[in-house]
Nanobody
Framework: QVQLVESGGGLVQPGGSLRLSCAASGRSFSAYDMGWFRQAPGKEREFVAAIPSSGGSTYYADSVKGRFIISRDNAKYTVYLQMNSLKPEDTAAYYC?????????????????WGQGTQVTVSS
């Protein structure tokens, strides 16, 4: 079992940057495939980025490719989402997710464990 806690959200102006962190507790963090998802008001939750347990590959939604970077530090039991060139349409609650077998999946149904979310608001 793994518990996930996101942090780093906040209010930022368009064009700005934020780095989200997802701290994991429990055993075997390095064995989990990790993902970030987001949900804007009135919309369904959508895939943002994913990184497998090995960290060797990364996967991104087209809407964030080239602006966001997902990474992980297995020694710190933490996965990060560096968000650059933020746009108002990036405003959402951002969720961290984990699963042993996600393998970079873009489907939320492939992730068993979820954090409580952190709010990101991009506005001038």
């Amino acid at each position: 079992q793994v518990q996930l806690v996101e942090s780093g959200g906040g209010l930022v102006q368009p064009g700005g940057s934020l780095r989200l962190s997802c701290a994991a507790s429990g055993r075997s963090f390095s064995a989990y495939d990790m993902g970030w998802f987001r949900q804007a008001p009135g919309k369904e939750r959508e895939f943002v980025a994913a990184i497998p347990s090995s960290g060797g590959s990364t996967y991104y939604a087209d809407s964030v490719k080239g602006r966001f970077i997902i990474s992980r530090d297995n020694a710190k039991y933490t996965v990060y989402l560096q968000m650059n060139s933020l746009k108002p349409e990036d405003t959402a609650a951002y969720y961290c997710a984990a699963d042993f077998w996600a393998r970079g999946s873009r489907s939320e149904n492939q992730y068993e464990h979820w954090g409580q979310g952190t709010q990101v608001t991009v506005s001038s």
